[in-house]
């Protein structure tokens, strides 16, 4: 199943896509719901509520589908608008490790994306004035479905709404000329983030999907989450240590290697690229460049 966020009248809403259709949550479940993270907070069952309301089938019926609209008629805003944090891991492929001649972490790397740079699909990355070498980061996101605190790796799964794309898009002379990474990270819509939430029933297994990134029509990544040096049942469970993780949180899991910043010579973006990233079974993110100006 997939969610999905779009407007109706006039108001941003949850949906899932149906048919090439998207289905609004407050149609279907007869109740307003504007938030995400607020149904899967109030919903334990989410995915069993949503399917109830569907007849447990994943068939549009025409009663559903007189309050729908059509895909390719529908702007898609990122899944979850606001999310209460955006967690990131650094250097969590041994691809990316190796191009930086670093040696795998005993420890995953954390820092931050602030929520203001969300951006969603076909939305355009702006390349700020106080950068000049912005470069892109191809990453597995996952949303996370309830609290969770001290959980231990064999079941942190069970805390996993869905997986998506995040670009963690960075500015590189920024991230570098500091000692932390966060404001090189968190320019605004230094995080497109969609199309959409794929359940995580859908992907039980999220440590084999291909991923690949390109810039215009240049392929810049391509490997799979199986590379990964800590997975997303690692990741889980060791965040959850030192802080809840809490209903619509998203993690970026890393990126693999690629990145143009550290290609010879390196590639960053300038206005009029175009991106574009794809995770099997989850599908594709694009988003155009522009100056500030």
């Given at each position: 199943m997939r969610f999905v966020m779009a407007a109706k009248e006039g108001r941003l809403r949850p949906g899932i896509l149906l048919s090439s259709r998207v289905v609004f949550l407050s149609d279907l479940l007869r109740e307003e719901i504007l938030d995400l993270p607020k149904f899967l907070s109030e919903t334990p069952d989410a995915i069993k509520k949503t399917l109830e309301a569907l007849g447990n089938t994943h068939t549009l019926s025409p009663r559903n589908e007189a309050g729908s609209s059509r895909l390719e008629e529908t702007r898609l805003h990122p899944p979850v608008l606001r999310p209460g944090k955006i967690v990131c891991i650094g250097q969590n492929y041994k691809g990316h490790l190796a191009e930086q001649s670093l040696k795998p972490h005993k420890f995953p790397v954390i820092f931050a994306k602030w929520p203001s740079c969300i951006i969603g699909q076909n939305e355009a990355v702006v390349l700020p004035k106080a950068s000049k070498k912005v470069d892109i980061e191809a990453e597995l996101a996952v949303v996370?479905?309830?609290?969770?605190?001290?959980?231990?790796?064999?079941?942190?799964?069970?805390?996993?709404?869905?997986?998506?794309?995040?670009?963690?898009v960075s500015a590189r002379d920024v991230q570098y000329a500091e000692t932390q990474w966060v404001r090189g990270k968190s320019f605004d819509t230094f995080a497109p983030f969609g199309p959409w939430i794929v359940t995580a029933d859908e992907i039980p297994d999220p440590s084999g999907l291909g991923i690949r990134s390109w810039i215009n029509d240049t392929l810049m990544q391509e490997a799979s989450t199986a590379d990964m040096a800590f997975g997303v049942p690692e990741i889980v469970a060791y965040l959850s240590e030192c802080f809840t993780l809490e209903p619509g949180d998203v993690i970026a899991t890393g990126t693999p290697g690629g990145v143009g910043h550290f290609r010879n010579p390196p590639v960053y973006l300038k206005p009029g690229d175009r991106i574009r990233i794809e995770i099997e079974r989850i599908g594709t993110l694009e988003n155009p460049v522009r100056s500030e100006d």
């Open positions: 996370i479905a309830k609290k969770a605190k001290n959980v231990p790796k064999e079941r942190a799964l069970e805390y996993v709404f869905g997986y998506s794309i995040l670009n963690d």
